[in-house]
């Protein structure tokens, strides 16, 4: 089984609309969730991260987590052309090898917001 | 403007060549990272360097030798590359290591001929 999983998409949404990534992991001791942004050519930049069950917000952006389910989420709401870019899903290992404590990351949702 | 910089931002070699890459970062981060990048794929980590000792070495082949002169810096050594090599290095900081909020430099893209 694949340790993080994403839909590799791409996803199309219209200008205003709200995106929603999806991302499941496998390691049911992870605590830290974290969603990075990364264009094309560039490197993966931090959006949010978030540690509890429940909903964070910041700004347009809301993570979502699930831990009895495994799941972890990325609402954008009110997308905009900009936010065009692959959303990388990366989830902390406590167990196996020299990964143990370091982010594995989900092969990436490439987001396409038309205008 | 990331706080982690890296150089050259690109990088042809030849198979037979050396090169280095190079990561320095001001953050007063302990943690150090090396990670690599194929077209369409994710960030796969390669090494962590913690407090300037090699804590985590992901099965890496030995044409690439890590090295932490000191807490700021951080070195890639390249030699004896492959094609197949060729990639997005991405070096990274966290405050300590296993304190997840990697801060990723902008990247050095090599091209092995």
């Known amino acids: 089984q694949k340790e993080v999983e994403q839909n590799s998409g791409p996803l199309s949404v219209p200008e205003g609309a709200i995106a929603s990534l999806n991302c499941t992991y496998s390691?049911?001791?992870?605590?830290?969730f974290f969603w990075y942004r990364q264009y094309s050519g560039k490197s993966p930049e931090l959006i949010m991260f978030i540690y509890s069950n429940g909903d964070k917000e910041d700004g347009r952006f809301t993570a979502q987590l699930n831990k009895a389910s495994q799941y972890v989420s990325l609402l954008i709401r009110d997308s905009q052309p900009s936010d065009s870019a692959t959303y990388l899903c990366?989830?902390?290992?406590?167990?196996?090898?020299?990964?143990?404590?370091?982010?594995?990351f989900g092969k990436g949702t490439k987001l396409s917001v038309k205008p | 403007d990331t706080e982690v910089t890296q150089t050259p931002k690109h990088l042809v070699m030849g198979m037979t060549n050396k090169k280095s890459l190079k990561c320095e970062q001001h953050?007063?981060?302990?943690?150090m990272y090396w990670y690599k990048q194929k077209a369409k794929k994710p960030p796969e980590l390669m090494f962590v360097?913690?407090?300037?000792?090699?804590?985590i070495n992901e099965s890496v082949p030995s044409r690439f030798s890590p090295e932490c002169p000191n807490s700021s810096l951080l070195n890639l050594h390249l030699h004896a590359l492959q094609p197949e090599d060729s990639a997005l290095y991405l070096c990274?900081?966290?405050?300590?290591?296993?304190?997840?909020?990697?801060?990723f430099g902008a990247g050095s893209r090599l091209t092995v001929l």
């Open positions: 360097y913690s407090y300037e000792k090699l804590s």
């Open positions: 953050m007063g981060h302990r943690a």
């Open positions: 990274a900081s966290t405050r300590e290591a296993g304190a997840n909020v990697l801060t």
């Open positions: 390691d049911r001791g992870s605590q830290s």
């Open positions: 990366a989830v902390n290992m406590t167990k196996g090898g020299g990964s143990q404590g370091n982010l594995i």
